[in-house]
């Protein structure tokens, strides 16, 4: 298995994927359930086999049922996402990323989160990255 994983997710897949973690594991139906305005069991069986075949997913069989587990765990998936958004968008540039978020997010951050930014800020230049 490859460290990130493709992250072209279409949106469909993305709640599907979303609906697995929020679950840890999921069942054809259970996934059904969740999805909002969901699209036929058959559609979601489906896309639950491309996303094993992309990789995202694992399943087993259990009790006549196929149970679907995510490959990885939800904050490595959100990285490897992350990082394809860094070199897509920005240039590879985590300053550049931080900043269109800054820009993106500055009427909605308190003092709070603005002093939480400073603090890994310092323990960055502590750290020496």
Not at 10 to 20: G, L
Not at 40 to 45: I, L, T
Not at 91 to 96: C, I, L, P
């Amino acid at each position: 298995m490859s460290k990130s994983l493709p992250q072209q997710l279409s949106r469909r897949e993305r709640q599907i994927m979303d609906a697995i973690f929020a679950r840890g594991r999921a069942s054809v139906a259970e996934v059904l359930g969740a999805l909002e305005d969901p699209p036929s069991y058959s559609s979601v069986r489906a896309l639950l086999r491309i996303l094993v075949e992309k990789g995202h997913l694992t399943y087993k069989e259990m009790d006549g049922r196929y149970i679907y587990m995510p490959t990885q765990s939800r904050t490595r998936a959100a990285r490897a996402a992350l990082r394809q958004v860094l070199q897509t968008f920005y240039e590879g540039s985590a300053v550049k990323t931080v900043a269109a978020l800054l820009d993106l997010s500055s009427d909605d951050m308190s003092q709070e989160d603005l002093n939480r930014l400073s603090k890994l800020i310092e323990e960055a230049r502590k750290e020496g990255r």
